[in-house]
């Protein structure tokens, strides 16, 4: 049992996709999610523009089907997948279908061309997009006791939180295996040089994240999201605690995990859900051997983050385990990586065109300025990229392929 009565506490997972997807949830809202946040398919249309090139490359791996899938997986207001399909060229949009996968109701105006569906097609050919999909698949919080025991963490509306029952079955064996809380072997401590399962990590540089409101911040203040790499405060956090071998003691009370394995199966279904192509999660994430000591749950509101309330007045979100989530033959990337390898660059135009082609300039310049906050650093830019190829060779050029 997760909840002692129908108003009492209940575990994060039920909570949340109460709070979220249900009558009143979140995602019901009228305004949409881009009435609270904003991800990079609101940032910049170079975002569809560089997934609609990555939907040419998976059709040239396909050989050219006559019929191509554009899977766009928690599909919001349709933004995505509106985008790509206006960014490919003519001869490919003549053979693309569009299927947008939302629990909301399909909105007014949207395009005809446009499938609005409550799950993915089966055996479809083509790609399929999750842009900040995974991070709201509801999920149970642990912390351990005072007595070194995991336990799930239990929650009201209000967002009072107190501490369940211990942790067991196959959650207790994702958290040993991708997040261990309680005595892990020497080898799994969660210090910043321990192994990553031969997954990529996207960059984690030694500096600090910027101010919001410093100089070359690469967001404005109420569009900060939180992002996959440690901040000075949370090294800190980590550091309080090491043990003498240099990892995190285990057994420390307040120590807290978010349990992933919800996420591992949804995504292993949305791939399953794909005949052939290529399966790409994008979001914020965090990998093994850097796990955040304390979890990232957190909500947001009106462009601003706030105390996740399962109430349906806020997003409620944490980042993925995108390691945990890879199924054989994956490869993870940052986000600055691929839309590099997709020719998204932050790269001023030449001072000479100003003199020759003032419009241009100005067009370029802006172009540029997208492009620099769709691979920032400490932003948009470390977001995670997972690549799940389906039957064909991988089709996105550029990166490391993980060892084995």
């Known amino acids: ?8 506490p209940r575990g994060w997972r039920p909570a949340t996709e109460e709070a979220l997807y249900g009558p009143s949830g979140f995602y019901r809202r009228p305004e949409g999610p881009a009435g609270h946040f904003r991800t990079s398919v609101h940032a910049s249309p170079l975002f569809a523009r560089a997934v609609a090139r990555l939907l040419c490359l998976v059709d040239e791996a396909l050989a050219h089907p006559a019929e191509l899938a554009f899977v766009d997986m928690g599909a919001g207001r349709g933004e995505l997948v509106t985008g790509v399909l206006e960014a490919l060229p003519a001869e490919v949009a ?3 279908r569009g299927y947008a996968v939302e629990r909301a109701a399909r909105p007014a105006g949207l395009d005809h061309r446009i499938e609005w569906l409550p799950e993915p097609p089966p055996g479809v050919t083509g790609l399929l997009f999750a842009n900040e999909w995974l991070d709201n698949v509801p999920l149970d919080v642990a912390e351990v006791d005072a007595e070194g025991t995991a336990r799930l963490v239990l929650v009201r509306q209000d967002g009072t939180e107190s501490l369940g029952e211990p942790v067991t079955g196959a959650e207790a064996e994702w958290l040993a295996r991708w997040w261990p809380l309680t005595d892990p072997p020497e080898d799994r401590l969660l210090r910043p040089d321990a192994p990553d399962n031969g997954l990529l990590r996207p960059e984690a540089p030694d500096d600090p994240l910027p101010s919001p409101e410093a100089p070359g911040s690469p967001l404005p203040a109420e ?3 939180p992002v996959p790499r440690p901040t000075e405060d949370l090294r800190a956090r980590a550091e309080g605690l090491q043990g003498p071998a240099g990892g995190l003691p285990v057994a420390t009370e307040g120590l807290r995990a978010e349990v992933g394995l919800p996420r ?6 949305a791939v399953a859900s794909l005949g ?3 399966a790409v999660a994008v979001d914020y994430a965090h990998f093994a051997g850097a796990r955040p000591p304390f979890g990232t749950l957190t909500g947001f509101r009106e462009g601003r983050e706030t105390a996740p309330v399962p109430d349906g007045s806020c997003d409620i979100t944490a980042h993925v385990a995108l ?3 890879a199924l054989p033959g994956a490869r993870l990337l940052s986000q600055r990586e691929a839309l590099g ?3 998204v660059s932050g790269e001023r135009p030449s001072l000479g065109l100003a003199s020759t082609d003032p419009t241009a ?3 370029a310049l802006a172009g540029a300025g997208e492009a620099a906050e769709l691979t920032a650093r400490g932003g948009l830019g470390d977001f995670g990229w997972l690549l799940q190829p389906v039957g064909i060779p991988d089709p996105l050029p550029g990166g490391e392929q993980p060892s084995t």
Not at 1 to 8: F, I, K, Q, S, W
């Open 1 to 8: 049992m997760r909840c002692d009565t129908a108003d009492g």
């Open 94 to 96: 003549s053979r693309t």
């Open 223 to 225: 569009d900060v999201l």
């Open 264 to 269: 591992d199966a949804a995504w292993a279904a």
């Open 276 to 278: 052939q192509g290529l």
């Open 323 to 325: 390691d945990a989530c």
């Open 341 to 343: 390898a997709l020719g």
């Open 361 to 363: 300039y100005v067009r």
